[in-house]
């Protein structure tokens, strides 16, 4: 039996298949390669193709024996998202749906889907709880908050469990720096200010300094990558053996300021990164912080890497060691 995982190519997923391959998963992943990599599979059956593409899908369904999927493929920028809300509207909720037709078809009955902390919108509380009201911001939160609800009308029809892990800002590479961040074009803080310390940029642009902050810049909640890719794993574990559906938040509680990120990179990398002040980016919310108290209760869930220090360490190796990214 295998897990599926749709997007296994990308950033998150890549690490998760590492994580399902050393406790000894057999894995198949499904990729159009759009933003992943060929390099980032480090084993596992790599099928590449669309999830919106039916026929694709009747191949990978019959052609393995699936036990469950892990559903990361998605356009996941909250920029773009103002700028073509089709198209995160087309990617984001028909691959999802197209999926889960396949797995009613198939008789496949678990799901772990990537969810964002996008879902909340400004929130109303920090930290923020699974039980907080959800009104996003953009079109991206919008359509991850979209298909938790299909998932739970699929639940209660067909009985396909699903657990939504409602991620904060993934960050961090492989701690051994065989595989990291890798997106072309980079939008996400922390690998940008890593292209600058590279030389590979001039400078980094803040966007904006008048939110209600203690400095004025955006508070987010960054998590190690592979502390995500576990608690994919542990909310498998729990629906095989209790058969239930849950929502989640994985963030690790702490709340940096974008000058407070810049800041900590300077120091782990040594260069005195080029900051400048630009324009508020639409949609971004002032705080993100997650409180994952639920995860840690119910899926026993113990990040590893608690320091954002160490989290932008692992980064840095993996920029150093690979200043232009997987060769494929
Ligand atoms: N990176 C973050 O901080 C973050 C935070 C919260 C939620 N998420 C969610 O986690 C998931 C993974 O994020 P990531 O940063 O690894 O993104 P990513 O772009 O690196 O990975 C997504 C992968 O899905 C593939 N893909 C996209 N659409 C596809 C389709 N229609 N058919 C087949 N493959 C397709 C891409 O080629 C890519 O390999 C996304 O769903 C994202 O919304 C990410
Ligand atoms: O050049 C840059 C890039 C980003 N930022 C700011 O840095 C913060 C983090 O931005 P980014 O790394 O782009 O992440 P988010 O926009 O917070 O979104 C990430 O985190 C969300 C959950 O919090 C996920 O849903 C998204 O998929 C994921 O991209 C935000 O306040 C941005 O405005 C800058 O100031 N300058």
Redesign the pocket.
């Known amino acids: 039996m295998s897990v599926l995982v749709?997007?296994?190519?990308?950033?998150?997923?890549s690490h998760t298949v590492s994580e399902l391959l050393d406790r000894g998963e057999d894995v198949v992943v499904?990729?159009?390669?759009?933003?992943?990599h060929k390099k980032a599979v480090l084993g596992g059956k790599l099928m590449i193709?669309?999830?919106?593409d039916s026929d694709f899908l009747d191949k990978v369904f019959s052609e393995n024996t699936i036990d469950s999927v892990i559903q990361?493929?998605?356009?996941?920028l909250v920029g773009e998202s103002v700028e073509d809300p089709l198209k995160y509207y087309n990617?984001?909720v028909v691959?999802t749906l197209s999926l889960l037709s396949k797995m009613k078809q198939y008789g496949v009955d678990k799901i772990v889907f990537?969810?964002?902390?996008?879902t909340y919108g400004e929130p109303q509380n920090i930290p923020i709880m699974e039980t907080d009201p959800t009104i996003p911001t953009n079109p991206?939160g919008q359509t991850?908050l979209a298909v938790e609800k299909a998932l739970k009308w699929c639940y209660e029809a067909y009985d396909i469990k699903y657990t939504a892990l409602r991620?904060?800002?993934?960050?961090g590479a492989h701690i051994s720096g065989k595989i990291g961040e890798d997106?072309n074009p980079e939008t996400?803080l922390i690998p940008i200010i890593l292209q600058a310390a590279l030389g590979q940029r001039d400078s980094i642009t803040i966007f904006g300094d008048d939110y209600n902050t203690e400095d004025g810049t955006c508070v987010r909640d960054y998590i190690h990558v592979t502390d995500l890719a576990d608690a994919h794993i542990l909310a498998l574990d729990k629906m095989r053996a209790d058969g239930k559906s849950n929502i989640y938040n994985l963030g690790n509680g702490n709340g940096f300021s974008v000058k407070e990120v810049v800041d900590i990179t300077r120091k782990v990398t040594g260069v005195d990164i080029k900051a400048e002040l630009g324009e508020r980016r639409p949609g971004d919310p002032a705080i993100l912080v997650a409180s994952s108290e639920k995860a840690k209760k119910e899926l026993n869930w113990k990040p590893k890497y608690n320091d954002l220090g160490t989290i932008i360490e692992t980064a840095w190796k993996w920029h150093k060691e690979n200043p232009n990214g997987f060769s494929e």
């Open positions: 749709c997007g296994g190519a990308g950033y998150i997923g499904a990729d159009n390669l759009q933003k992943g193709g669309d999830l919106r990361f493929a998605a356009d996941s990617n984001n691959s990537s969810s964002t902390a996008a991206y991850k991620y904060f800002n993934a960050a997106h996400h």
